[in-house]
């Protein structure tokens, strides 16, 4: 996006949302492929679609595309021109008919086009292809009464006819008469077969001659950057406001994060509270966790509660620990002695502390303490 700013030239770079293409992406003169293709690396949205716009490149890859429609609905239902393509001067050797019209390249508004009447007209035109160095069609002249023209917008079929009044061979250069006509079946068929192209298009335009012999004839079919015609155009612009804001809607609904926090909020109201009491149970499981290992490691004195049953809750154990601390000290002078506690399920459960063996060793340490002390005098007695 060019901007002039104080006579500098200031390029900025931005991101559509979605585009309106109304014009050709190739002409005689501008070629934008880079910039569709930045479109398509953008998964831009648009107008046609990026992808039949490629396709509308070159005439004669669109006119390989009727050829299979012709060849689907027939030649009356689809009556499609005779046309020749040659891919280089070299193979311009002769034609069989003349006079024939030569469309060189791909060009727009009957630029690129020439009639050729003899044999030598079109070696001259052979040898401006050969200096082109493009590719070329080659049809035969018909002498027309009146073009056609019928476009589609959306859902909106329209015709026209064109019929020069300057003289010109070319009814789309020059001066014309313009009329809009009924919109046959006929018409509509032609129309409806082409927007089927290239996976859809919103807008499109077909261009036939109606001859003097009576005959219609397709020779073009354009893409949205058709030109509106007739007093009708403003109408025409609406109906392609319309249509974008349509698609807009469809490809560029904004994502509403407020929406999503308050489903995101709803969603957790509504969880069941057998979701959420596995994380208390969780950090429950993690405190016995941690004071069983405490509990194991408990002085020589001190005695080790083992339940009958394995589930026990935290308050119990703790006032069962609190018991047990205070019955050691109240019978550590008994020969033998039997605690029984009971447990809440119940089951009682008999604890035996044998206390001879603490005497014996309280004795023999009495023993060794009185004969280290007699030593101890004796020595000093003596020296005395």
Known sequence: MIVDRNGTKVVRSFSPDFVLFRQNIRDSNNDFRNLLLGFKYGSIPSINTVHSLYNFQDKPWVFSQLLHIQRRLGKENFPLIEQTFYPNHQEMVTVSRFPCVVKIGHAHGGQGKAKVNSHHEYQDVASVVAVIKNYCTVEPFIDAKYDVHVQKIGGNYKAFMRKSISGNWKANTGSAMLEQIQMTDRYRQWVDAVSELFGGLDMCAVEAIQGKDGREYIIEVNGSGMTFLGESQEEDRRLVAELVVQRMQTYC????????????????????????????????????????????????????????????????????????????????????????????????????????????????????????????????????
């Open 253 to 384: 609904r904004p994502i509403m994060s407020s929406k999503q926090s308050s489903r995101s909020s709803i969603s957790s109201q509504s969880l069941p509270e057998e979701q959420i009491a596995p994380s208390s149970s969780c950090q429950s499981m993690t405190d016995s966790q941690q004071r069983a290992p405490a509990a194991s490691k408990q002085p020589e004195g001190s005695f080790v509660d083992r339940p009958a049953t394995e589930s026990r809750r935290d308050s119990q154990s703790s006032q069962d620990n609190s018991d047990r601390k205070q019955v050691p000290t109240q019978e550590q002078h008994k020969t033998s002695s039997e605690v029984k506690t009971t447990t809440p399920g119940g089951a009682s459960s008999l604890f035996r502390r044998d206390s001879q063996s603490d005497k014996r060793k309280d004795s023999e340490d009495h023993d060794d303490t009185m004969q280290n002390l007699r030593k101890t005098f004796a020595g000093i007695f003596k020296d005395i």
